[in-house]
């Protein structure tokens, strides 16, 4: 057995945040029942561009691997009725909606806990149910702008920039998902479920970390570095090569030195300006300039074999198709191929989470659901007979048939 199959999990999500974080325990086992509203055409990720067609795309497989799609809705009576009898055999409701809306839909856990103590409500919102901006709709690149990320990302004197991957929502995601199988942990032994009111600010602000800390303790007042630099830690960043980019990264003294004698140059390990880690970065204006003009003499690969063989922290600046093809990722199993009718074999990424030996952990992954693709199965297991299914379905509770 997978660690989670006995977890259940009701999940109201959308597009990229909540989806991410719930695949991660569909992966390990969870059985994610994935309620899509029929009156807007189920999750919005299932249009996104470029890649879709049929009511699907690649943006949505990225997330919805080995979930289960139920179309339904809950705001009119009868949809409700069948949702809390969902909610009768769950462990968890999970959501990522605006701060307010699960108020609005009666997701809540004093709005659930007469249906079952032990459920467990678990809302990633924007900015959360409580404080002055509650309210409103929050993405990932609000997020990064508000949070103070684009303040520190992009080279000095140019404009502020995004990481390049939806980083708020993603670490939201798994934020959710620890939280998520807290609450589930602490319900099944005490026998008393919870509300977990988790936000994409929350997550944000708190990935600060230790430029937050220096700031709030000592005034230290952030910036953008050249070629992304560490803040304090010279050298660590990427350097150009005759060819192109490397990362080199002297995180201990002991790489610098090591560093010093693959270049040619042992002298800077002794030289006062560069002795030590407060040394260089005080003097980092005029190391980091010699390190530059050397490391530009030869190509990555003819830089990478000796970094490699003194252990020195380092790696090329891959690029998608590149780290996709990186021997580690291949034999890490990182990559799920499955089987789709309108997209043909679909490749993705697969999770991080591990739980197991070495190599025996993975098991097959089901491609994202179509919308409503499990709605007769899971009604069904709930006792609901095919004539109450139909009848459903005639007053559009579970959308077109």
């Known amino acids: 057995m997978r660690p989670l199959e006995d977890v259940r999990i ?52 990225s997330f919805n691997r080995d979930k289960s799609s139920v179309t339904l809705d809950i705001r009119t009576d009868e949809g409700r009725k069948v949702f809390e009898d969902l909610v009768r055999e769950a462990d968890a409701v999970y959501s990522n909606l605006r701060g307010d809306v699960p108020e609005k839909l009666r997701i809540r856990y004093d709005d659930l ?36 990320w684009m303040s520190l990302t992009g080279e000095p004197g140019g404009a502020p920039q995004k990481t390049g991957l939806s980083l708020v929502d993603y670490c939201g995601g798994y934020v959710a998902a620890i939280s998520l ?21 929350d997550t944000a602000i708190s990935l600060l970390t230790y430029p937050g800390t220096w700031h709030l303790t000592a005034g230290y007042e952030p910036a953008r570095t050249r070629q992304s630099a560490h803040p304090s ?40 300006r560069f002795t030590t880690f407060a040394d260089r970065d005080r003097n980092r204006a005029e190391l980091l300039p010699e390190l530059e003009g050397i490391l530009r ?15 020195i922290p380092c790696a090329p ?61 899971v009604l069904r ?5 095919d004539e109450a299914i139909a009848e459903l379905r005639d007053a559009g509770v579970l959308g077109k048939g």
């Open 10 to 61: 009701v999940s109201l999500e959308q597009y990229g945040a909540g989806p991410f974080g719930s695949m991660h325990l569909a992966e390990l086992g969870a059985q994610i029942i994935k309620i899509e509203d029929p009156s807007v055409d189920g999750d919005v990720g299932r249009t996104v561009p470029p890649y879709a067609a049929d009511g699907d795309s690649l943006f949505f497989q």
């Open 113 to 148: 806990k007469d249906i079952n103590p032990r459920i467990v409500c678990c809302s990633l919102t924007g900015f959360g149910m409580t404080g002055p901006r509650s309210r409103e709709p929050g993405y990932d690149y609000v997020l990064q702008a508000l949070g103070g």
């Open 181 to 201: 199988l807290s609450g589930i942990h602490a319900a099944r032994r005490d026998g008393v479920g919870t509300d977990c009111d988790l936000s994409l600010y």
């Open 233 to 272: 830690l010279v050298p660590f960043q990427a350097f150009e090569a005759a060819d192109g980019w490397l990362v080199i990264g002297c995180a201990k003294e002991k790489f610098w030195h090591r560093l010093t004698e693959v270049i040619g140059r042992p002298d800077l390990a002794s030289d006062e």
């Open 297 to 311: 003499t030869r190509t990555v690969a003819e830089w990478l074999e000796p970094l490699y063989a003194a252990s």
């Open 317 to 377: 600046i891959n690029d998608v198709a590149a780290a996709m093809t990186e021997p580690h990722t291949v034999e890490r199993d990182l990559i799920a191929s499955t089987e789709h009718p309108a997209f043909g074999t679909v490749r993705t990424l697969r999770s991080a989470v591990r739980v197991g030996p070495p190599g025996a952990d993975r098991v097959p992954t089901r491609p994202a659901p179509a919308m409503g693709a499990d709605t007769d199965r």
């Open 381 to 385: 297991d709930l006792g609901y007979t």
